[in-house]
């Protein structure tokens, strides 16, 4: 996995880039990062927790207004897809492919943005990893035009920014998971958030001090269906908790009131398999945290966390025969617990392992698992401006 380079150059790099295209340096340059979740899988949009770190990774955005109403979009990802659309022609799907994410930003602010903006942006976050480029670009934009425009949006508006940018203008129906993560998450730390109140506190994870190191693996699958299957999951969800009478499934305290789901028919079934996820996975959550909380050794979290890989694969089933694999290779090459992150449907899997055993499960993933891609992940500040 490429690597990971210092706020200063990050910077640099992209306010020259910006200069070379546009002719004059940016009025700023800002950064934020992917994440990984260490637990708490699709509870995002049911009223539950979660527990994600941010990368070092990140996708950096240097900008400056402009005075013509233009919108012009440059990524040194996508060499030769730049847009330049009128700010008052803002709308999904224009412009479309990867300049959407950052013009739903923009399309939020129009009258503020209504003299234009010119944004270049680069980043190193993995795409199609299930490690969050998109939230990333979203919420590195978002803080530009924050700043830029003088407008007085904290953590959580910022949040709220990226996530409308990703459901209205993208189009793609998501939770809070990752936005809140690339916004709030902190170096050291992991972010617990409550996703039903918005509440979050920051839990101290310092592996390296325990000789841990959280390894996170490219499964270099993503699978077609990803987003379908997404949106099924989460009308399932859905539909769980209207026929269990609570607005949202983790307002449940716990798995006894899910049997009444099961009523005979086979869509009753799956209901009851998702719901089960659902609930079980918050409380791992708890259970994590908890650990964690308490100073207990961290080793303690693995079980927890294979356990909710489980659960995604057979439960929720969003896992994919590669992801499966990794999680495998992982555990019988000494991981104390492995799972797949994200969404599903391919991305990353995290394994816990002994800081002298991460050579030893790199190699075990790539020959059984045919996963050559894979880094050691501590956890990393949020976004920021850099410049
Ligand atoms: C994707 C979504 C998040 C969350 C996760 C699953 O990453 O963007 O909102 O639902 O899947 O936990």
Sequence with gaps: MSGVLPDEEAAAGAAEAFAARFGAAPEGVWAAPGRVNVIGEHTDYNGGSVLPVALPHTVRAAAARRDDGRLVLVSAQHPGEDADVAVADLAPGTPGGWA???????????????GGLSLLVDGDVPAGAGLSSSA??????????????????????????????????????TGILDQSASVLCTAGHALHLDTRDRSWDQVPLDLEAAGLALLVVDSGTTHSHAESGYGERRRQCEEAARRLGVDYLCDLPGTDALAALDDGTDEGAVLLRRAWHVVTEDARVAEVVDLLRAGADPRGTGPVLTAGHASLRDDFEVSVPELDAVVEAALAAGAYGARMVGGGFGGSAVALVDAGAVEAVSAAVAERAGAPRSYVVVPAAGARRLQ
Excluded: I, M, S, T
């Design 100 to 114: 959407g994410y950052p013009a739903g930003v923009v399309e939020q602010v129009r009258a503020a943005a209504a």
């Design 136 to 173: 990333a670009l979203e919420c590195a934009v978002a803080l530009a035009v924050r700043d830029l425009l003088g407008l007085g949006w904290g953590p959580d508006d910022l949040v709220d920014v990226a996530r409308r940018a990703e459901n209205d203008f993208v189009g793609a129906p």
